[in-house]
C-alpha cells in the first residue's frame, strides 16, 4: 500500500484520530489540572559505609585484610536490597513512634530510594513535608548505624559496624520527568490509537471508495467520474 493511500485513508477517517485526542485532552486536563501548582517535593540523601573488623589469627597469614574489604564490599551490596525491604521500613517507623511521629512503613518503604558507587551506600528520602522528611531522615540513620545486626547478625553482631558518613540537607526537587511529559504521551498515544482505529474502520467498511478498489476485485473498469 501507498503512502498516498494511508493519507487518502486518513482523510476519510480523520475525526476518529482527531475526536479521540480532543477527548483525551479534555479527560486529561479535567484529571491532571496542570494549571494548578503542584505541592513541592523534598529530598535528603545520606551515604553510609559498612566496617568488618578483620580477625586476630595469632601465627595465621590473613591476607593483609583483604577478604575483610571483600565483606565490607558485599554487605553494602546485601545493605542496599535491606534498607528498601518492608522489614527495615517497620523498624524506621517504630523509632519514629518512639519519638512521637506516627509513619506507616509502606510510606517510608515506598519513599527510600537506594543506590551504590564506590563501596558505599547511598540512600534518598522523598516526602512532601520537610519536617517529617528531616525525622524520617533521622530514624533511617539511626536504624542503619545502631539496629544494623537486626539483619545481618552472623556478620555484624561481633565484627561489623556500619558508619554514618554523610547526611546532606532537605532539598526541594522540580516536577519529575514522568510529570513534564505525562500529558504529551497521553494525546500522542490517543492520536495513534486514532489512526490505528481509523486504519481498522477502513478494512472493515465495504463500500467501493477508488478504481483500485474494483480493480483489486478484478472488475474492470471503463470509466471513473472525477468529483
Not at 571483600?70 to 553494602?76: A, F, G, M, R, T
Not at 532537605?170 to 500529558?183: A, C, H, Y
Amino acid at each position: 500500500m501507498e503512502i498516498r493511500t494511508y493519507l487518502r485513508i486518513l482523510k476519510r477517517w480523520w475525526w476518529i484520530p482527531i475526536g479521540l485526542t480532543a477527548l483525551t485532552l479534555v479527560f486529561s486536563l479535567i484529571t491532571l489540572k496542570p494549571w494548578q501548582p503542584r505541592p513541592p517535593t523534598y529530598v535528603m540523601g545520606m551515604s553510609f559505609s559498612v566496617g568488618v573488623r578483620p580477625q586476630q589469627l595469632p601465627d595465621e597469614f590473613t591476607y593483609d585484610g583483604y577478604y575483610t574489604a571483600l565483606s565490607s564490599e558485599y554487605l553494602i551490596d546485601d545493605f542496599s536490597e535491606i534498607v528498601k525491604g518492608s522489614e527495615f521500613a517497620a523498624a524506621v517507623s517504630r523509632h519514629l513512634a518512639n519519638e512521637g511521629s506516627q509513619v506507616a512503613p509502606g510510606q517510608i518503604q515506598g519513599s527510600t530510594q537506594t543506590g551504590k558507587r564506590h563501596r558505599i551506600l547511598n540512600v534518598a528520602i522523598y516526602d512532601a513535608d520537610p519536617e517529617r522528611l528531616q525525622k524520617i531522615a533521622d530514624a533511617v540513620a539511626v536504624t542503619m548505624t545502631e539496629d544494623a545486626d537486626e539483619f545481618m547478625p552472623r556478620l555484624l553482631e561481633d565484627q561489623g559496624e556500619v558508619y554514618l558518613i554523610n547526611k546532606g540537607d532537605v532539598t526541594p526537587i522540580g516536577p519529575s520527568l514522568k510529570q513534564r511529559l505525562d500529558l504529551p504521551l497521553r494525546l500522542t498515544l490517543a492520536l495513534l490509537a486514532g489512526m490505528g482505529l481509523a486504519f481498522f474502520m477502513e478494512y472493515l467498511t465495504p463500500r467501493v471508495q477508488t478504481r483500485k478498489d474494483l480493480e483489486t476485485m478484478g472488475v474492470p473498469v471503463l470509466a471513473e467520474i472525477p468529483r
